[in-house]
């Protein structure tokens, strides 16, 4: 199993601003995923993030609003740049086990932006 | 492009109980995975049992079973012996088995409560 350290766990956020989501895993993984959690909806994956390449952005979501770096292959990071009220969500990381048969996730960050 | 549908937004069960969670998916391909994760108000995804696509035989974690029907597209997930702990949001989801590392495509979930 894989062990993910996501940080930070909650922020309060002023519209405007940035934040920076950090995912740290205990084993080197090849793919990380970026999922978001509107309130009461279910997970949309954002992206996936392959080290050494940029990362791949699903339909509705754009590199500039949602940049990620994957320095190696055992961290990475998520910003939600310029926020608004409607980023207000739980943000996920996830990676597979090394059989791709298991995805782990971090805690999750849940974002307000006032 | 598959999709996951869990048509119950909301169950209840008395402790003790059995109670069943629904799911169906719709795919074309024939290597696939199916998952339910449980996800408690701590917001932790926590994989409560999984399915390969090509055993016949439904998986058994404990309490915790499914009914998998490959001609149907059905995964239902059973919780016997229901406790408190088991409230929680519980998601089903599915991955193709065709490439490695490809995402998990998630239903709307299934809110669980259970009643002391």
């Known amino acids: 199993s894989a062990v993910i350290s996501q940080k930070p766990s909650r922020d309060i956020c002023q519209r405007g601003t940035s934040l920076t989501i950090q995912c740290q895993v205990d084993s080197q993984v090849t793919m990380m995923f970026w999922y978001r959690q509107q309130p009461g909806q279910s997970l949309t994956l954002i992206a996936t993030?392959?080290?050494?390449?940029?990362?791949?952005?699903e339909s509705g979501f754009v590199i500039d609003k949602f940049p990620i770096s994957r320095p190696n292959l055992t961290f990475s990071t998520l910003t939600v740049s310029n926020m608004s009220p409607e980023d207000s969500s739980i943000y996920l990381c996830?990676?597979?086990?090394?059989?791709?048969?298991?995805?782990?996730f971090g805690q999750g960050t849940r974002l307000t932006v006032v | 492009a598959q999709t996951v549908t869990q048509s119950q937004p909301e169950m209840s069960v008395q402790e003790a109980e059995t109670v069943t969670l629904s799911c169906t998916y719709d795919t074309s391909e024939s290597d696939y995975y199916l998952f339910w994760y449980k996800q408690p108000p701590s917001r932790q995804m926590i994989l409560v049992i999984r399915?390969?696509?090509?055993?016949?035989q439904n998986a058994t974690e404990n309490r915790f079973s499914v009914n998998f029907q490959k001609a149907a597209k059905s995964f239902s997930l059973k919780i016997s012996d229901s406790q408190l702990g088991d409230a929680a949001m519980y998601f089903c989801?599915?991955?193709?088995?065709?490439?490695?590392?490809?995402?998990?495509?998630f239903g709307k979930g299934t809110r669980l409560s259970v009643i002391a």
């Open positions: 989801a599915y991955r193709s088995g065709l490439s490695r590392n490809t995402p998990l495509v």
């Open positions: 399915q390969e696509a090509y055993k016949q």
């Open positions: 996830s990676v597979d086990n090394s059989l791709n048969t298991e995805a782990f």
């Open positions: 993030a392959n080290q050494g390449s940029e990362a791949t952005y």
